[in-house]
């Protein structure tokens, strides 16, 4: 089978075109888990399969790490975008992407693309759709409506969170010291929590101006990560929920710098940054 190691801010996934190879469905959490492995496989924060479809111009199938199934991945979904203009898929620079059922749109940013050459995206914009805050859609085990700076016990001890769904749930906590959490030990307490039924990305953020944060990320299904995109949306919407940000803000992370902006006219969210490849190659599937 063969595939393309790509990166955005460092969230790194294998690509497959869904187009010419053909997976089972039943093998793929296994070969999602196997590939992964940074010891025995390629390498990756997880699996996505590039596939043709009727609803949008191509469908991102993505598997984390361990197999489970994903809703969406703002970092990753940049590298689609950039996988299927330099590999010829599409001529179009602003393009659809369905995954799980919830399509995105994506604007490349191509360059060098003079004198008849055909160019590369280097990074791109995209269309996250409305942040959703109902407990019930991310989801979060709480009655009431929106789940914004509400205290959850851990470990332990209290903590206050800000629940917001970008196409997968996060959970986001505004605290001091980020570079220091131990969040080996921090994460998995909030993945596994009873609050959330269907497992949390935790983002852990930490407020320099109003128009900048650090964040650190534990993704569910795979750990602490280098950067997630929907996590940075969703701090982005929290950091505005609780007076703490500006809608338009810079989120920097352990593998890079994303631009999100919440246009609160319109209640969209969007995503701005690199898409890199890293190498290509063929493994026994």
Known sequence: MKFTKMQGCGNDYVYVNGFTEKISQARKPELA??????????????????????????????????GSRAEMCGNGIRCVGKYVYDKGLTDKEQIAVISAGRIKYLKLFVEGGESGCRGEVTGVRVNMGPPVLDPRRIPAAVKGGRVVN??????????????????????????????????????????????????????????????????????????????????????????????????????????????????????????????ALVFEGEIKA
């Open 150 to 275: 509400e205290p959850i016990r851990a470990g332990g001890r209290e903590y206050r969170v800000t629940c917001v769904s970008m196409g997968n749930p996060h959970a986001v906590l505004f605290v001091r010291g980020v570079a220091g959490l131990k969040l080996d030990r921090i994460g998995p307490l909030f993945e596994n929590h009873a609050l959330f039924p269907e497992r949390i990305n935790t983002e852990f953020v930490e407020v320099i101006d109003r128009k900048t944060v650090l964040m650190r990320v534990w993704e569910r299904g795979t750990g602490e990560t280098l950067a997630c995109g929907t996590g940075c949306c969703a701090a982005a919407v929290a950091g505005v929920l609780n007076d703490l940000t500006d809608d338009k803000i810079t989120v920097k992370l352990l593998g890079g710098t994303l631009e999100i902006e919440w246009d609160r006219k319109s209640d969209l969210v969007y995503m701005t940054g690199p898409a």
């Open 33 to 66: 888990r196997r590939i992964s492995d940074r010891h025995f496989g390629v390498g990756a924060d997880g699996l996505i399969f590039i596939n043709p479809t009727k609803e949008a111009d191509f469908e991102m199938e993505m598997y984390n790490a361990d």
